[in-house]
């Protein structure tokens, strides 16, 4: 039986994904996230509704260690057959970091850590482990395009440059914005999606990179560092009108959650490789990324460097993504 790990698999779109994916397409689960004691109630009410396998693993998508060693507890259990076959990898968890920057255990820019790095290494740790024909999706963001709504709205993207990023703040230089550091580093999403895609087709691949955007959701948490003031009001019914006027693109836990199941799924979505597609207004559209997004320099520089970054081993790189 085909399975799908999900990093934040527990919470939000993540949880009405593994709802969707367990329900509509029957597929078992791995739940990834930082908090077990927050994962298994969530695991074991998904089991007993669905009858469908979920494991659990511990996974901090900001500490490589974490990273590491999740994925070897996944290797582990795909070996010894708890963990069927391995179809879908959904890089779902991230998050937004505000107020004054923060280094991960690794000394690493938060947001940076969070949202690239991680993902970048669970992928390189896991690609050769997904079945033919499988795919692997990562949450991205509109907010990658500063030529967009979203992309004005939140902060206008820098240069993604890996090692500017990962040490953002540092000796003596001004830190960015929180906002702009979330942009960027979904700007550096897509680049990643679209490059892991030009590698697994050099490779002879069967394997698909998808980027999804879920759209402005803010009942997920993603503003739970903003003042509570903010918090409220972003989920008023007055603020997501004024922010569909002026073009924000809006999302919604359940049609969300349930489009990132479809692209993990459906086979409708079976040439989805080196696309990208967002939740918006109740629909599930491909769209257009950025101009930068396209750019492979960029990409190929923005890979070598993560890789340096995350001190990737011989053994540890996948080998069609080299």
Excluded at 15 to 27: D, G, N
Excluded at 171 to 190: I, Q, W
Excluded at 205 to 227: K, N, Q, W, Y
Aim: aromatic share 6%.
């Amino acid at each position: 039986m085909a399975t799908a790990l999900i990093t934040g698999g527990h919470a939000g779109i993540g949880l009405e994904c593994a709802r969707q994916l367990a329900s509509q397409w029957k597929y078992n689960l791995v739940l990834a996230g930082r908090n077990l004691d927050r994962i298994e109630p969530m695991a074991e009410q998904l089991r007993k509704q669905y009858r469908v396998k979920v494991s659990t693993l511990k996974l901090d998508t900001s500490s490589l260690g974490s990273v590491r060693i999740a994925a070897s507890q996944l290797c582990k259990l795909l070996d010894s057959g708890k963990v069927d076959t391995l179809q879908a990898l959904l890089c779902n968890a991230g998050g937004r970091h505000d107020g004054a920057v923060t280094y991960s255990v690794d000394g690493y820019e938060t947001t940076f850590a969070t949202n690239c790095l991680g993902n970048f290494l669970l992928i390189q740790l896991l690609e050769e482990r997904i079945a033919a024909n499988g795919r692997i999706v990562i949450t991205a963001s509109g907010t990658h395009d500063p030529d967009t709504p979203d992309g004005k709205m939140v902060g206008k993207v820098v240069e993604p440059d890996a090692v500017a990023l990962a040490n953002d703040g540092k000796d003596g230089r001004k830190a960015l914005s929180g906002g702009v550091r979330y942009t960027t580093s979904k700007l550096c999403t897509m680049l990643y999606a679209y490059e892991i895609d030009r590698r697994l087709r050099r490779a002879g691949s069967s394997v698909a990179s998808i980027a999804f955007d879920p759209g402005s959701i803010p009942e997920t948490g993603f503003l739970r560092g903003m003042p509570k003031p903010v918090q409220w009001l972003a989920k008023s019914a007055l603020m997501k009108f004024v922010m569909k006027r002026i073009g924000v693109t809006q999302g919604s836990l359940g049609f969300s959650g349930a489009s990132l199941a479809r692209l993990a799924a459906d086979p409708a979505y079976a040439n989805g490789s080196s696309k990208y597609f967002q939740s918006s207004s109740g629909k599930l559209i491909e769209r257009r990324s950025s101009k930068m997004s396209y750019d492979e320099g960029l990409a190929n520089k923005l890979w070598n460097d993560s890789k340096q970054l995350v001190r990737l081993a011989p053994g540890e790189e996948a080998p069609q993504l080299r």
